[in-house]
Every structure is written in structure tokens, then in C-alpha cells.
């Protein structure tokens, strides 16, 4: 199983005061471990976005991924070279793991200049106006994401008060076909910002969770080991 790990809080997970730690970056951890002790052999490759944001896109970049491969400058090709690498570690993964905050009802930027930086014509996707009216089809597929979320208010679920003020998941389910993925589990700790019973509730139930999703992902991970043995 191959991992490519996107964490994009711009909080570590070893500040000394317990409190100051990054919650989504706590839930990645707490599924690597269970994958340890489940003894999951799996590959991981690691982009931390949150502490190295990427360079945001601009008409240089645009310009370059219009111009076919053999007809780019050296200088084109620099401006692709972090594209190229993203792309290259995104196409290699089997499990896409995010792990974000929600930063004003959203994704954080580093995380969107990431996808910016991914989102390829005739890499991730092709456009045919052929297809009518959706002429943008993807490219990769095959891939599971793992979204572990952390936000400081509440109610952003289904129903919930805050729902229609929740921009983070339903964005990143919105383009995840684009990256790839066809299957999607998504776990979301809330309450920080209130740092009472129902932020502990919400931790305890979020690690889980999470937990849980480690569990299926390691059962998977034999099936397919099962399979190519077979
Ligand atoms: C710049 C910034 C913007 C934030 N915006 C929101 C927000 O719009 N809604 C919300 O519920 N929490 C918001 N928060 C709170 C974070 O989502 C919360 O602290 C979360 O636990 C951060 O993730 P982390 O623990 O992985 O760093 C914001 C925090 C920061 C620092």
C-alpha cells in the first residue's frame, strides 16, 4: 500500500503545551500507529504542506502546462519542476491521506495551492469538448482519500447549524475525482475553538473513528495482499 501524507495545519504536533498541538495532524499520526501495530506493510511518502507551503500558480506556470512537452523551455520546465514532483507523488499513491484544519470556513491556502499545483490538463485531466456540457474528465483513478479535519466551531455536518458555512469537505469531495479518487473516508473533530466536554466528546469519537478507518484500510491492505499471492 502506498501513502502519500498531506498535512496542512501550520501547527506541529510537539509543542510542549498539549493544547497548542495540531488536532488533525494528531488524527494522521494516530492512523499511521494503528497501521504499525496492525502490522500493515505500506509505503509512505510525506508533504507537508502546512510547514513548506507550495508556491501558488501564476500565468507563467499557466502558460507552460499549455505548451506541449516537447515544445517547453528550459524555463518552462523549472516552472513545472514542483508541479511535475507533486503530480508524480500524488500518481504514485494507492491512499491519499489529508490531514487539515479548517481555516475561515474552508481549506487552509497552502492546502489549495497544493491541489492548484496537482491539477494538470492531460495529467490529472483531460478536457474534450466533445463531452458537452462536462468536458473535463479525469485522468488517474483507483485511489481511497482519508480527509482527517479538525475545526474550532461546530455543527458543520450534515444538518448541522453551521452546514451551509462548510466549505473544507464538500471543496475537497467536490474535486477528488481529479485526483483520482473514487472512495472517500472522512473523519472531523470540531469544538476546539470552546475547549469543553463536547471538544473532549469530539476528540474521543474523531480518534476512533479514525482508528476504525485504520482497521478497514489494514483489512483491505490483506485482501490485496490475498489477491496478489493468490
Ligand atoms: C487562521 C485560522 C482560521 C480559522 N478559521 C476557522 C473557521 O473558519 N471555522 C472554525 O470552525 N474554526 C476555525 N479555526 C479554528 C481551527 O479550525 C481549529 O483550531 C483547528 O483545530 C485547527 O486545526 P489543527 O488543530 O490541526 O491545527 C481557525 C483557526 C485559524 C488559526
Same mark, same amino acid.
Given at each position: ?38 502490522? $500493515? ?56 491521506? $489529508? ?58 455536518? !450534515? ?68 489477491? !496478489?499471492?493468490?
Amino acid at each position: 500500500m502506498k501513502i502519500l501524507r498531506i498535512d496542512a495545519s501550520v501547527r506541529g504536533d510537539d509543542n510542549e503545551r498539549h493544547s497548542y498541538r495540531s488536532i488533525s495532524r494528531q488524527l494522521g499520526n494516530a492512523l499511521m500507529e494503528r497501521l504499525r501495530v496492525n502490522e $500493515i506493510h505500506h509505503e509512505i511518502k510525506l508533504r507537508d504542506v502546512g510547514k513548506t507551503p507550495p508556491a501558488f500558480i501564476d500565468e507563467a506556470w499557466l502558460a507552460a502546462c499549455f505548451t506541449p512537452l516537447e515544445k517547453r523551455t528550459a524555463e518552462q520546465q523549472q516552472t513545472l519542476a514542483l508541479s511535475d514532483q507533486l503530480f508524480d507523488e500524488l500518481a504514485w499513491a494507492d491512499v491519499l491521506l $489529508i490531514t487539515t484544519p479548517m481555516y475561515n470556513y474552508g481549506m487552509p491556502a497552502a492546502l489549495k495551492a497544493w491541489i492548484d499545483q496537482v491539477s494538470r490538463v492531460n495529467k490529472t485531466f483531460s478536457f474534450d469538448l466533445a463531452r458537452g456540457d462536462f468536458p473535463i474528465a479525469p485522468l488517474l483513478s483507483g485511489k481511497q482519500l482519508i480527509l482527517l479535519s479538525s475545526t474550532g466551531e461546530f455543527g458543520f455536518e !450534515a444538518g448541522g447549524v453551521r452546514e451551509q458555512m462548510n466549505h473544507l469537505a464538500p471543496h475537497i469531495r467536490a474535486l477528488s475525482p481529479y485526483l483520482g479518487v473514487e472512495q472517500i473516508e472522512e473523519v472531523q473533530v470540531q469544538y476546539q475553538e470552546f475547549d469543553d466536554a463536547r471538544h473532549q466528546a469530539s476528540l474521543r469519537q474523531g480518534f476512533a473513528l479514525t482508528v476504525e478507518i485504520a482497521d478497514r484500510l489494514s483489512n483491505s491492505a490483506f485482501s490485496y495482499r490475498e489477491k !496478489a499471492s493468490a
